[in-house]
């Protein structure tokens, strides 16, 4: 019996903390992708993997029934992989040190000072961190409108250039058919001839015709 509640118990505990870090990857910066793994910048890629193995088996949906497991451990995959993209991984940390600097410009700090090693100075470099990383993202989103809005033009104007010359072609082909008319009406003019002397001959030579007939 004691057995038992003592498996129950500990069962018990293993949800606890499984619910714990639920909630942790959900409560911070998503876009973090060292905060969703609780790591810090420069570790090596080898305890990026074991962090998250061991992570993704604590959350991973099939092993618990908190409902809000597929939302963290998506953010916790995505966090990895950004970690292991040496491209976005570059831009995070780009990020991280931008905000950094920022926040030291802003309170005229040097790398020097006390301060810069204390935990108030950290929790306001992650806030800055976000502020940075959010910042870069509506930039990347405006600069992303801004090309699909210049492609949109150039795909207006090649598309009216397109019927511009569809037009002149159908111009040229209505031209080229109507060829034949124009030099007739010209000779017939040069000639001295009215436009309907060649019909009324015509009319004539057919009545003749059937008269004989």
């Known amino acids: 019996m ?4 003592d498996a129950e118990l500990l069962s018990i505990g293993k949800e606890l903390d ?9 409560s911070v910066f998503s ?9 810090q910048p420069g570790v090596p890629e080898s305890d990026i993997k074991k962090v998250y193995r061991a992570k993704s088996l604590l959350i991973h949906p099939d092993k618990t ?6 939302d963290a451990f998506d953010r916790l995959k995505k966090a990895q992989t950004v970690l292991l993209d040496e491209k976005l991984r570059a831009e995070l940390d780009e990020n991280i040190a931008d905000a950094r600097m920022l926040l030291m410009r802003e309170r ?12 108030e100075f950290a929790k306001a470099w992650r806030e800055k961190t976000i502020w940075v990383i959010r910042d870069n993202e509506m930039r990347k989103q405006r600069q992303m409108k801004a090309a699909m809005r210049e492609e949109g033009r150039a795909q207006r104007k090649e598309d009216e ?12 082909d209505a031209w080229e058919k ?3 008319v124009r030099i007739n009406s010209w000779r017939d003019f040069q000639q001295g001839k009215k436009p309907t002397d060649s019909a009324d001959g015509a009319k004539k030579k057919k009545k003749k015709v059937k008269a004989l007939g």
């Open 18 to 26: 499984k619910d714990a870090e639920i909630d942790r990857i959900r």
């Open 108 to 119: 005229k700090l040097t790398a020097d000072d006390e301060e810069t090693r204390g935990d």
């Open 178 to 180: 109507t060829r034949d």
């Open 161 to 172: 250039e397109i019927q511009e010359r569809k037009r002149k072609r159908e111009h040229e």
């Open 2 to 5: 004691a057995d038992e509640l």
């Open 31 to 39: 876009l973090d992708a060292y905060a969703v793994l609780g790591l």
């Open 65 to 70: 029934k908190n409902e809000l497991a597929p």
